[in-house]
């Protein structure tokens, strides 16, 4: 699931043009796949501006004019930084101990308990996951 993103871009200006062009995304398009993510290409109308979401959250926003025009990541440094933002975002929302340490189900949110161990959670949601099955 971490590694779906989408890549927004707007339309930019080049020779006098304004229209949607991928050409300055290849060098991000080509890392990113490189290291394993689907990446799912949406145009959008914001002008300059290219987004990266991951979870549906934007994980990093930027002007597209920025980017090299057909050049490697390696290369670019708004790419560099575009993949560092990506791959801090998915070792971020991959860890394990992600979830939430409190339990709100019996009394409502008034009475949020902090639990101590979180596998319990864990193996309720993996129970009620096979029982719907």
Excluded: W
Aim: aromatic fraction near 6%; include cysteine.
């Amino acid at each position: 699931m971490a590694n779906f993103l989408k890549i927004k871009y707007g339309p930019y200006e080049a020779h006098g043009v304004i229209d949607h062009r991928i050409q300055r995304l290849r060098g991000l398009l080509r890392c990113l796949s490189n290291l394993g993510y689907e990446i799912e290409l949406i145009p959008v109308s914001l002008l300059n501006r290219f987004e990266i979401e991951m979870c549906d959250r934007k994980i990093f926003v930027g002007d597209i004019t920025n980017l090299k025009f057909n050049m490697e990541c390696e290369d670019d440094v708004v790419c560099k930084r575009a993949v560092a933002a990506v791959e801090e975002a998915n070792s971020r929302m991959s860890v394990e101990d992600n979830i939430p340490r409190y339990d709100s189900i019996n009394k409502g949110m008034r009475h949020v308990k902090v639990t101590e161990n979180t596998k319990e959670i864990i193996s309720q949601a993996d129970l009620i996951s096979e029982i719907n099955v």
